[in-house]
């Protein structure tokens, strides 16, 4: 039922992802209000298809008391939960309407991923991941790199809407589109307010290794990269404060992040043994 | 403390930061693709073999040791100096009075006056009240302290008088605490590679074990394993350790090996425990030592032993220790099992081989004896009951037809792979980690304002000119600032409650 649920969910995603689209395109402010209700709805699904699931992990008496995200299929839902909850707050509090366009995407590929990739099944926890920290430090995480999908997105939207204010005949995305030094504080601000969220994820996984493992850092693939990504946003950080550099430039960065972020969650399960989704070592 | 300008110029350049950042993500990215010795030594090696002409060149620049070769310790040094140098040269502003903006310091306008320093200010308001001395002040002390804002009197010049009131002021030590406490980490990181270690101490059960850096002997009485039902996912490992401490253990003249004065020592019981993943043994450090040393489940396996293998021929089932050779009944045939493989597979060149220390294809050696001659050894396997290799001199494997009898099961010797760990730098990382989260936290989550208030007498009232700065961007802040003012000018007595509701609905321009 809880796949009924998700896939419902999924669903709903994509659909406020085409009106998100189709409000970016067209001047119908219907489009956004249906798009903020469709949305709400599928949060909602995903909520409750992440607490059945929940309930059925905690079935097998090793996982009472964890949450379901040691497998591929469990950690993407999870993101594309974030990734949806983080815009739907970022969303309601700013109101710009358009952002749908440049973030939802990135909530309907990780759920459809987990449709389509994943093996939704449940499993036992290995005997590593048995520890209160599986509460905390993936989510914690998997948050941070949910609002950097949404900082990707508003990224996104400041560059083309550079192009359109530089070009001679902006079309009416240019119009639809809010100031680019809107945006580039918006992305400001979205990676000012998770940076220190990445860096206590990380430091949460240190702890958990030291108290799994007896080492702070190992210098493992997934932490590695996790630690790149946090010095790609800390590169991020000093060209704005110290260099005052804006726009642009920074946007760049800033979707290097994002790079960043995707292979620290996707390509390193290819790297990692200790932290692969596709190994069951743990 | 101040360090003079022009030293370490390059250091503090932020533009030489975010090259050394760089280089340090870019270093590290390249230590995830390569094979690195202290993860897959077996890789290293097979990489060089592979690679016979660039290979020993990566080797050289310490590339397949990329996070210990010295060019990276280097470059992790280098951004801890780098740090503390700017950090000297940009301490955070005073804790007193300052009466400039941040970005303008004492010592380069010597000579502005009170109202040129409002002129610097990026938000700005100026009117008229009819109120004077004390009153004014005490209106403005009662406006600043219902917002919890902290506000100093700066000086009164010629009647003038400057107050400057600020919020969130510990936003400016974020900067300068997480900075420090990067270094500090950087330190705890330090402190355990002089002073730490670990090591790997793989001990069979039912035998012990010497640590090579403490006195200590390990028991390991029992290890257990188990799995979720129809599954190979192991669901808890467990071993029952008794640590010993020897005395009579002394190191050898190579500084690295023990050797025991009294062989027949049983030493002191330290410590035992039932340890889990997760759920360590903890023991003193020692005499002269900080913290403690923990012994953790890290890994196990099967290394090859065994204590029996059944074997099931026709109806029978014959139980056969290692290396015993073992009468089959009614026959002159004797049947030795003498090695076991965790993790079978058919290495290059047709070899037998494990891929792993787990028991995931468990296959074992078998060797018939017959009036004093030895036939081929025979491979069977726990899970693939009908398939057989026989092995030849060479130890080449070649497909045997099925033989009348399979392995039913194997009872091995397993070990627990101990992590023991000692590491005095950890309590000065994790103070270093909670001092990075508070500066990050301050300078990201609080927002820092300071409010100017310049009041002049003249005529039958004062002239009231303000100021501010925001640590944040002046579209967080201008709507702030604007209804603060408009507040701030009804307290006065320069503005009506009418207009003042009129201004918050945009019928009022500026007053």
Not at chain 1, 132 to 140: R, S
Not at chain 1, 190 to 218: D, Q, S
Request: proline fraction near 6%.
């Amino acid at each position: 039922m809880e796949i009924g649920f998700f896939k419902t969910a999924a669903a709903l995603y994509t659909v406020s992802m085409v009106l998100s689209f189709g409000y970016l395109l067209s001047k119908k402010e219907r489009l956004s209000f249906w798009l903020w209700k469709i949305l709400s709805v599928g949060l909602f699904c995903h909520v409750v298809s992440f607490i059945l699931r929940t309930r059925t992990f905690w079935q097998i008496p090793e996982n009472r008391y964890f949450l379901p995200i040691n497998t591929f299929f469990g950690a993407l839902s999870y993101l594309a939960l974030a990734v949806a909850l983080v815009f739907w707050v970022v969303e309601g509090r700013h109101r710009l309407n358009i952002l749908g366009a440049f973030v939802l995407p990135w909530a309907c590929l990780a759920s459809g991923a987990a449709v389509v990739f994943a093996d939704p099944a449940i499993s036992g926890l290995v005997p590593a991941l048995q520890s209160y920290w599986i509460n905390i430090h993936p989510m914690v995480l998997m948050t941070a790199y949910a609002a950097f999908a949404n900082a990707f997105g508003v990224g996104l939207a400041l560059l083309i809407q550079e192009h359109q204010v530089k070009s001679r005949k902006p079309s009416l995305l240019c119009y639809r589109l809010p100031a680019i030094e809107d945006l580039d504080q918006l992305n400001y601000r979205i990676i000012a307010v998770f940076f220190p969220v990445l860096t206590i994820g990380i430091i949460m996984g240190g702890v958990w290794a030291y108290n799994a493992w007896g080492r702070f850092w190992g210098w493992d693939a997934k932490e590695t990269w996790a630690l790149i990504t946090w010095f790609v946003y800390v590169i991020y950080l000093h060209m704005r404060f110290f260099g005052g550099v804006r726009g642009r430039k920074t946007v760049y960065v800033s979707m290097l992040g994002f790079a960043s972020v995707i292979f620290t969650f996707v390509g390193v399960n290819y790297l990692s043994e200790l932290h692969g989704y596709l190994s069951s070592k743990g | 403390m101040t360090v003079p300008k022009g030293t370490f110029s390059l250091f503090r350049s932020v533009r030489f930061n975010i090259f050394l950042f760089s280089i340090l993500a870019g270093s590290s990215a390249l230590g995830t693709f390569l094979p690195q010795v202290g993860e897959a030594p077996e890789k290293v090696e097979a990489f060089l073999l592979a690679h016979t002409a660039w290979g020993p060149v990566l080797n050289s620049l310490g590339l397949f040791n990329v996070y210990h070769s010295f060019w990276f310790m280097g470059l992790l040094g280098l951004m801890a100096f780098d740090i503390v140098v700017c950090k000297l040269y940009k301490t955070p502003p005073d804790a007193g009075l300052n009466h400039l903006p941040p970005e303008f310091s004492v010592q380069e306008k010597p000579d502005a006056r009170l109202e040129a320093v409002l002129d610097l200010k990026p938000y700005r308001s100026q009117w008229k009240t009819p109120q004077t001395g004390k009153a004014l002040e005490h209106v403005l002390l009662g406006f600043f302290e219902k917002r919890r804002y902290h506000l100093e009197y700066s000086q009164s010049s010629g009647g003038v008088r400057l107050w400057v009131g600020t919020r969130h002021r510990m936003q400016r030590w974020g900067s300068y605490v997480s900075h420090v406490s990067l270094v500090v980490v950087l330190l705890g990181a330090l402190i355990k590679t002089i002073f730490g270690f670990e090591e790997m101490v793989p001990v069979l059960e039912g035998g012990s074990k010497l640590a090579e850096h403490m006195p200590w002997e390990i028991y390991l009485d029992r290890f257990e394993v188990s799995y979720y039902p129809g599954t190979m996912t192991p669901s808890r490992f467990s071993s029952a350790l008794r640590v010993y401490e020897k005395a009579s253990l002394k190191r050898a003249p190579d500084g690295k090996d023990w050797y025991e004065e009294d062989p027949f020592e049983e030493g002191r019981l330290l410590a035992q425990k039932t340890i889990l993943v997760n759920d360590p043994l903890v023991l003193p450090a020692g005499p002269g030592k900080l913290g403690r040393v923990k012994i953790y489940q890290a890994s196990w396996g099967a290394g090859g032993m065994f204590r029996s293998v059944m074997l099931k021929i026709g109806e029978r089932t014959l139980e056969i220790p290692q290396r015993t050779p073992t009468l089959v009944p009614g026959t002159a045939i004797r049947v030795e099992a003498d090695m076991l493989l965790p993790s079978f597979v058919v290495a290059p060149g047709n070899r037998a081989e494990t891929d792993s220390l787990e028991l995931k294809n468990p296959a074992v050696r078998f060797i018939f004896h017959h009036q004093g001659n030895k036939t081929s050894p025979l491979w069977l396997f726990k899970n693939w009951p009908e398939l057989c290799f026989a092995e030849g001199e060479n130890g080449v494997l070649r497909h045997a037809p099925p033989p009348p009898f399979r392995l039913a099961s194997v009872e091995p010797i397993l070990f627990s792979g101990l992590q023991v760990g000692y590491d005095p730098g950890f309590p000065v990382v994790l103070v270093g980690s909670l001092g990075l989260l508070v500066g990050l936290s301050s300078l990201f989550y609080l927002h820092r304002r300071r409010v100017w208030v310049l009041m002049k007498p003249g005529g039958s009232g004062s002239a009231v000119l303000a100021g501010a700065w925001s640590s944040r961007g002046p579209r967080d802040f201008q709507k702030e600032f604007d209804g603060m003012m408009t507040e701030l000018k009804v307290h006065m007595g320069s503005l009506s409650e009418t207009d003042r509701s009129r201004k918050k609905h945009g019928e009022l321009n500026r007053v």
